[in-house]
């Protein structure tokens, strides 16, 4: 069934108590341009130009020393998208979820300052093992390693609010972009039925109130971006309605049945297997 709700988004919605929130995440590699010298043995006259082929990076130290600021990363761009929408580089966030949305930041921001003091105190640890692993490159690999004073420096996480006055008249452009808000946000909100009806429910008869979490996820997403548009209202009361009615019937496979055929419409997921 097509879906009818309008999601156009007025410029008014994006006016006055919204807050844009802009990431600034610098995260190093842990890897260098690997370089002709680095291959002595290699005869550069069969190399084709640089112009047409590069020679790649070399790895500097274990990967997995790194992993945790990308997890960081990963969590604040996640608490952003659970709460906003992606808007001029940054998420536009509603005012009754940015209190907690910065809350959420400034925690990762510290569990980052923390990761980078535990990282610096084991920098040459880790690098010596690395190049114990291959003793043969220990040379090329010690020739890139950044030095103990600068590799805290390779990496910083920060973050930007602000709230914005845009003029009343704007260019078509930042208009159309205004206007497609809500569709964006309900294609992302979509995005998440498609995995939680896939992850919780395909093939499924009744289900755990845990397999709910994700839907009480999006059900916060709803509310949270609701304000863009007269459509993303109804999806959220309609959501709820539906999530209300399954949440104490998880082992009543007539609920749980009608529950997916509304997660099969809602998401404009026809197509799935419903039972």
């Known amino acids: 069934m097509a879906d009818t709700r309008d999601y156009s988004t007025d410029m008014s919605k994006v006016l006055g108590d919204k807050t844009i929130i802009q990431l600034d995440v610098t995260i190093w590699t842990g890897r260098a341009k690997l370089r002709l010298d680095d291959l002595p043995d290699v005869d550069t006259a069969a190399l084709p130009p640089e112009a047409l082929a590069t020679l790649g990076s070399k790895r500097l130290i274990n990967g997995d020393t790194l992993k945790i600021f990308g997890a960081l990363r ?69 020739k890139a390693l950044p030095s103990e004073a600068a590799i805290g420096s390779r990496f910083h996480f920060d973050y930007t609010a602000f709230t914005i006055d845009l003029p009343t008249v704007a260019g078509a452009k930042l208009k159309t972009k205004i206007q497609g808000l809500g569709s964006q946000a309900m294609s992302e909100i979509r995005q998440m039925v498609m995995r939680t009806y896939k992850e919780s429910f395909m093939g499924k008869s009744t289900v755990t109130r845990r397999a709910l979490r994700p839907c009480r996820t999006i059900m916060d997403k709803l509310n949270a971006v609701s304000y863009l548009a007269g459509g993303l209202e109804l999806a959220a009361d309609e959501f709820q309605d539906a999530l209300h009615t399954v949440e104490n019937q998880t082992d009543n496979e007539v ?3 009608n529950f997916k055929m509304f997660l099969l419409s809602f998401g404009n997921l026809e197509t799935l297997d419903a039972m």
């Open 255 to 257: 609920a749980v049945k």
């Open 74 to 142: 990963a969590q604040a761009i996640n608490a952003l998208d659970m709460s906003g929408v992606r808007f001029l580089g940054g998420w536009l966030v509603g005012s009754t979820v940015v209190d907690s949305v910065v809350d959420e930041l400034k925690r990762i921001k510290a569990d980052f300052g923390k990761a980078i003091q535990v990282f610096v105190a084991n920098y040459r640890s880790h690098a010596e093992m690395w190049m114990d692993d291959y003793p043969e490159w220990r040379a090329m690999i010690a």
